[in-house]
């Protein structure tokens, strides 16, 4: 099995497109499972603070999100495939119903996300910053369990509800 370290990974250069930030509004999926999506979407260093529409219930597979920022955003029943979202921000975002599959939030500051009734399906969380996260109903496999329980950041409380040990 190949493994792949993020400090080696290239991402490709950042789109030039002046209306690359609103692709999130519209999504891009043609079809949700494995990525596939219609054209790539890159969201990098864009800011969405305190977004409480726009975002809701979007298709955003193979979406390239490092560095930019949902602060307090609504992503309830967003679907997020093969996301990259090292080194985001998520600062209180409600990720509530979404489905998040394979996203990478290495290093993000997820500090008081909501993640009720979420199904994290391959997600990372290496480095993030989870306290105060809220982990109530979320679906989550075992494998993926143990390695999200490693994290120390996150609280008593969010430890309780996923079943750290």
């Given at each position: 099995?190949?493994?792949?370290?993020?400090?080696?990974?290239?991402?490709?250069?950042?789109?030039?497109d002046?209306?690359?930030?609103?692709?999130?509004?519209?999504?891009?999926?043609?079809?949700?499972?494995?990525g596939?999506?219609?054209?790539?979407?890159?969201?990098?260093?864009?800011?969405?603070?305190?977004?409480?529409?726009?975002?809701?219930?979007?298709?955003l597979?193979?979406?390239?999100?490092?560095?930019?920022?949902?602060?307090?955003?609504?992503?309830?029943?967003?679907?997020?495939?093969?996301?990259?979202?090292?080194?985001?921000?998520?600062?209180?975002?409600?990720?509530?119903?979404?489905?998040?599959?394979?996203?990478?939030?290495?290093?993000?500051?997820?500090?008081?996300?909501?993640?009720?009734?979420?199904?994290?399906s391959?997600?990372?969380?290496?480095?993030?910053?989870?306290?105060?996260?809220?982990?109530?109903?979320t679906?989550?496999?075992?494998?993926?369990?143990?390695?999200?329980?490693?994290?120390?950041?996150?609280?008593?409380?969010?430890?309780?509800?996923?079943?750290?040990?």
């Amino acid at each position: 099995m190949v493994q792949i370290h993020s400090s080696k990974l290239r991402l490709p250069p950042l789109s030039t497109d002046p209306n690359r930030c609103e692709q999130a509004f519209v999504g891009n999926t043609i079809g949700q499972a494995n990525g596939v999506y219609d054209k790539p979407i890159d969201l990098r260093f864009c800011d969405y603070t305190n977004e409480k529409s726009n975002l809701k219930g979007k298709s955003l597979a193979a979406a390239l999100m490092s560095e930019a920022k949902f602060d307090g955003a609504d992503m309830s029943e967003v679907v997020m495939s093969k996301a990259y979202a090292v080194g985001a921000s998520f600062k209180g975002t409600d990720f509530s119903n979404a489905v998040l599959d394979r996203v990478n939030f290495g290093k993000a500051n997820l500090q008081g996300a909501v993640f009720r009734n979420s199904v994290l399906s391959g997600s990372t969380f290496v480095d993030a910053q989870l306290e105060d996260a809220v982990f109530e109903d979320t679906i989550i496999g075992y494998i993926d369990l143990q390695k999200l329980c490693v994290n120390k950041t996150i609280n008593e409380d969010g430890r309780a509800v996923l079943g750290c040990r």
